[in-house]
């Protein structure tokens, strides 16, 4: 897009700059934060609140907030095997539909599973060698009810800095107190694990971290990470969202890839990103754990149950991840994530992290980003622009998401699109910072 002379609010404003605290109308508080956003909307600087017209795919079609069209290759859908309209699934989905109906009336706890989802559950245990699974309805809800059920006042979280909001919420609204450390800082843990277990012999430690951090497609030392807390009596939850299914040899994910499968204390997890559907799980090796989630989880007991359509479709798509086709996929995903990797960084960007589902890239001030977001967008490429506060001040970055669908033309595609938004904004970013 040309350059052009903008207001400084949508070029370097965030969001949280616009809440106004002050208003007795609790709804008028978000009022010049919404006034913001469409002043973005109507100078095309928002990529966000995207809306499909179709089926997920490589490429789609869509509108924006404003219900302007949108259509090219796809970059910003969580799709990564490429299962959402594989036809077993879709078979699947229709069986469950005729036989349990849609819907499952009910918590966990009371009249609210079926047989597909306790099965779902015998099989994700199975899958990840642990002694038992339980299934929830979303992976945040899995997420964020594990540790609310594991730890309370007077016990201690250990959180990696970077994890997932919903295990940040959920550790802050523990009544637990709670130590971000470090991003995947094994000494970081190492030293306040000594801390905490010279100063509070007898208090309960959970450490929180993930299997790819989705912000910048890392790993921790998980092996690492579990012997210091068998050492010190504390519990490590691993949430495997991004990488399960999708990584490893057999898709057991970073897990598999650092020989640790079966041996982590609680392993939890989204199936939205490889398995084509809501859901989530927690899973794990100690007796009590199943229960407690059942009956004392607010995000498991007090919701409801896993849609019947939903467990068909996790299970159809765990068939396929444990097959050959799904190692021929998890091979095109690779192959893809490489591909655009190296042709972003031979374009001049900044890509962050390790070779998963996610190309983190690096965009730097929100001018800037948000510029370059703009003209891939109206040149034929959706992408997902990751703002502050999710990423420090000036610290944005597209999150594209791969899928096995992709084609090698698709990635070249998109890898030009991106390289002339950058050419193009390049002498304009110097204006900027000269100014």
Known sequence: MPFEPMPQDVLNGVSTDYYDAQPVGLMDRWQPMTDWADARLAAKLEPYCKVNVGRIGPRVLGRDRAGRGLSGINMASQDYLSLGSHPKLLAAAAAAARRFGVHSAGSPAQMGLTTLATSLEERIAEFLSLADATVFSTGWGAGYGAIRTLVRE?????????????????????????????????????????????????????????????????????????????????????????????????????????????????????????FASNGGFVASNHPALKLALRYACSTHTLTNALSPVQAAVVLAALDIVESAEGAERRARLMDNSLRLRDGLTKGGFQVLGQPSAIVPVGLGRHSRARRLTADVLAHGALVNLVEHPVVARNGCRWQLQIMADHSADDIDAFVAIAEAARMQMEPYSLIEAAS
């Open 154 to 274: 007077g016990d201690h979280v250990l959180i990696d800095v970077l994890a997932n909001a919903c295990l940040h919420e959920a550790a802050s609204a523990s009544g637990a107190l709670v130590h971000r450390f470090s991003h995947c800082s094994t000494e970081a843990v190492a030293a306040r694990l000594d801390w905490l277990r010279e100063n509070e012999p007898f208090a309960g430690i959970l450490v929180v971290t993930e299997g790819v951090f989705s912000m910048n497609s890392d790993m921790p030392d998980l092996a690492a990470l579990q012997a210091i807390c068998r050492r010190h009596d504390a519990t490590l939850c691993v949430d495997v969202a991004h990488d399960l299914g999708v990584m490893g040899e057999t898709g057991r994910g970073v897990i598999e890839m650092q020989g640790m499968t079966g041996q982590i204390d609680v392993v939890m997890g989204s199936f939205s990103k490889a």
